[in-house]
């Protein structure tokens, strides 16, 4: 599965800056995964026709952030590790300090809370406390629901990333490891690590390097 390659022609075809992306999967071999990109930019809808009196403005809506890119991926794939691996080669391309992967539990178990239900939602882009928030999302992922339903169900595993190369974060921080351009040339050196499977585990993968003095 090559994520790096989705996520560049997102990129080439957007044309705006990165903040993150995200990359959600349910523990069952070969379903579709969720590849969701966060866009740094606004727009503006088009002004209202000038109204008859000429005493009255024209409306002028204000700017809105650009609408996040959600995509189901249809490629198979047999174990997580492969998930890892693309995920892992993406972030390194894309000059990212470090990829995290979260393992969930399924929200529909017994004794888990409101806040695991939430962030289940989420990691699927669907957020309850943002009545609005599928306006801000462009999906091509006609079996999102579904996948967020079965998540509930099995659980799930979402990577995330912030990327430096065609991305907002270029000028935070000192990360010796990057080109010019803020991303590295692949292959990445850092290996998978296996699922922890515990009810709810963090992984950080380090991928940045940094050997300048901080002075405070």
Not at 98 to 105: A, G, K, S
């Amino acid at each position: 599965m090559d994520v790096f390659a989705r996520i560049r022609d997102q990129v080439d075809a957007v044309g705006l800056p990165m903040v993150a992306v995200s990359l959600t999967a349910v523990p069952r071999a070969n379903t579709p995964v969720l590849l969701v990109l966060h866009w740094h930019g606004f727009a503006r809808e088009a002004p209202s026709p000038a109204p008859a009196s000429a005493s009255v403005a024209p409306h002028r809506p204000a700017a809105r952030p650009v609408p996040g890119s959600a995509l189901q991926v249809n490629e198979s794939w047999r174990e997580m590790a492969n998930l890892d691996h693309a995920m892992l080669d993406a972030a390194w391309q894309f000059g990212a300090w470090d990829l995290v992967r979260e393992e969930h539990r399924g929200c529909n178990t017994v004794g888990s809370s409101e806040r695991e239900a939430h962030a289940c939602r989420q990691a699927f882009a669907d957020d309850p406390f943002d009545p609005g928030s599928e306006d801000h999302l462009v999906a091509e992922a006609p079996d999102r629901m579904d996948l967020m339903h079965l998540a509930a169900r099995v659980g799930y595993v979402r990577w995330q990333f912030r990327p430096v190369k065609n991305g907002l974060w270029r000028d935070v921080g000192g990360d010796d490891s990057l080109h010019e351009d803020g991303g590295r040339a692949p292959p990445c050196p850092v290996p998978a690590e296996p699922r922890v499977g515990t009810r709810v585990s963090r992984t950080r993968y380090r991928l940045g390097r940094s050997q300048r003095l901080v002075l405070p």
